[in-house]
């Protein structure tokens, strides 16, 4: 198996068969993503495009309890200033953009918690597959009092549609596997860990037989679609006022020091 990119926080392999595989590894913080962590996965993106021998790629969290649990909260207690929000939002666009255009099918093996930037990472990928004790959701409304960006939002409304997401948002409930997999969040749900380990390998063997333009075109042709009014590099994007409404307000540092001290918010919504 060769190795390529990787830390101790995130490891990536590829073997023989052209199967890359990346697994967040940090089980003892339910593998919460640092940014270098995020910035890992544009490089480890960078790696598959520059080795035609990739065919497929399986996305995974180490241990039992988690996929990834969004973002390390602790690293928000550096924001102060408005390109710190816009520029996060982007960084995190650049992270699930470089997912999208992978020219290899990508699929996410889903165990255990799957919520806030974990969820993006998921909801990224082409195919998703959980096990029955997976749980999904971006429970912001009740813990950090940020939002997400509009285009998390539009490729989170394309999968479920905007009424669902209004619902997971708006109570911060998580979504069982089975609801998951009834609304189309998920395309298949697994008994265990090693029912998912088993069934991701085999349906990335399966991928890696197939017509590899046939699946490019098909991913880009869609990348298209659901792009075709983003804004020019560099010009202002819609909602980041809404972004920097959330983001640059007391609540949201409420809501971080909340969590972190372990006590209910007090919101103000201001």
Same mark, same amino acid.
């Given at each position: 198996?060769?190795? $390529?990119?990787? !830390? ?20 003892? /913080? ?9 910035? =890992?996965?544009?490089t480890c993106c960078e790696a598959i495009t520059g080795?035609?021998?990739?065919? $497929?790629l399986i996305i995974t969290g180490a241990g039992d ?5 969004? !973002?390390?909260?602790?690293? +928000? ?30 699929? /996410? $093996?889903?165990?255990?918690?799957? !919520?806030?930037?974990?969820?993006? &990472? ?7 597959? $959980? ?5 999904? =959701? ?30 997971? &948002? ?11 997999l009834a609304i189309g969040l998920v395309g298949e ?7 998912? #380990? ?5 349906? /990335? ?12 075109? #098909? ?16 010009? /202002?994007?819609? =909602? ?11 609540? +949201? ?15 103000? =919504?201001?």
């Open positions: 198996m060769n190795a $390529a990119p990787a !830390t101790d926080e995130l490891l990536f392999t590829t073997d023989e068969a052209g199967i890359a595989r990346i697994v967040l590894n940090r089980p003892q /913080a339910r593998n919460a993503m640092t940014f270098a962590m995020y910035q =890992g996965l544009i080795n035609p021998a990739v065919k $497929a309890k988690a996929f990834a649990a969004g !973002t390390d909260i602790g690293q +928000f207690r550096s924001f102060n200033t408005a390109e710190d929000a816009l520029g996060y939002e982007r960084f995190m666009d650049r992270v699930l953009g470089s997912l999208e255009r992978l020219r290899v099918p990508t699929i /996410a $093996a889903i165990a255990g918690a799957c !919520t806030g930037g974990g969820a993006a &990472i998921a909801a990224a990928c082409d195919l998703r597959v $959980a096990t029955r004790d997976a749980r999904f =959701g971006f429970p912001i409304a009740r813990t950090l009092g940020n939002c997400l960006s509009q285009g998390n939002l539009k490729r989170l409304s394309g999968l479920i549609g905007p009424a669902r997401v209004k619902d997971i &948002i708006f109570t911060a409930r998580l979504v069982g596997a089975e609801e998951a749900v697994v008994e265990d860990r090693a029912a998912l #380990t088993e069934r991701v390998d085999n349906l /990335a063997h399966l991928l890696a037989g197939h017509a590899p333009l046939t699946m490019q075109a #098909t991913k880009e042709g869609l990348r298209r679609l659901a792009e075709e009014d983003a804004p020019p590099e560099g010009e /202002a994007h819609p =909602g980041d006022d809404l972004i920097l409404m959330c983001y640059m307000s007391g609540d +949201f540092r409420e809501g971080m020091e909340a969590f972190l001290g372990k006590r209910p918010p007090n919101w103000s =919504g201001r």
